[in-house]
Structures are given as structure tokens and as C-alpha cells.
């Protein structure tokens, strides 16, 4: 199974970083004119951060990696991000520009002349929409 993002598959095995490093709930919390605690709390709808890295043998090819350079230089655009392997769970995302770069992807191996099938190593930084 694989992971597709857009109209880009990506390897299977790409790591999910963050997944449960996310925060369901905002709460805030005021103390009273009369000394007790105002507790406020909702559900965060969006804005979960998925952070897709590479591991120690799932890599992305320099092709998946120009389309997906591609997908993030469209200001604005949301894509549905799916994991076949895990029986088929989508989410609606688009890029995390503030935690700049939103891709960041280095070759495994210089080579003066890239290839599209030469290797990278890196993150991708999604969030929920």
C-alpha cells in the first residue's frame, strides 16, 4: 500500500512523526472575581500537523520530490492526503508554510548530474484543513 497526496504516491513507509503530538482540545482558563477557576474548552477542528519523514529505507525519488515542490508553490491549495495502508485514512490538507520550509528534502547521494530516479531524504510538513 502507499500514501498519495494529490495526484503524488508516496512510499508506504514514510514516517508520520507527530502523530500524537497534537492537542484535540484548546482550553483556557480565567480565574474568577471570586477566586475559582473559569475553565473554557472546544475541540480543535483543524490545523493538526502531520509531518511525514523519511526512514531508514523508505526514501523519495527526485521525481516525487519535483511534484511535490509542484504541489507546494500553489499558494493557498488543499490537497486530500490518503494512507492505504491504514485502511484507507484520508484528511484534507494543505502545506505548513509557518513552519518553514513546508518540504524539505535533500539528496541521499550528491550527484553533479541528478537524475529523476536519484534519492531523497526529508519532511514533508502537512496540516489539517
Known amino acids: 500500500m502507499s500514501i498519495t497526496l494529490g495526484p503524488v504516491t508516496l ?8 502523530e500524537y503530538q497534537d492537542q484535540p482540545i484548546a482550553q483556557t482558563i480565567r480565574r474568577r472575581l471570586d477566586g475559582g477557576l473559569a475553565v473554557y474548552a472546544h475541540a480543535n477542528l483543524a490545523g493538526r500537523p502531520i509531518t511525514l519523514t523519511t526512514g531508514a529505507d523508505q526514501w523519495l525519488t527526485r521525481a516525487q520530490g519535483d ?4 504541489l507546494a ?3 493557498g491549495a488543499i490537497y486530500t492526503l490518503t494512507f492505504g495502508d491504514r485502511t484507507s485514512t484520508s484528511f ?3 502545506w505548513r ?4 520550509p513546508a518540504l524539505d528534502l ?4 550528491d550527484y553533479a548530474d541528478p537524475a529523476t530516479t536519484d534519492l ?7 496540516m489539517t484543513v
Open 73 to 75: 508553490s500553489v499558494p
Open 92 to 94: 484534507t490538507v494543505a
Open 106 to 109: 535533500q539528496p541521499l547521494i
Open 120 to 126: 531523497l531524504v526529508g519532511t514533508i510538513k502537512l
Open 11 to 18: 512510499p508506504a513507509g514514510l514516517l508520520w512523526s507527530d
Open 97 to 100: 508554510h509557518q513552519d518553514a
Open 67 to 70: 511534484a511535490l515542490a509542484a
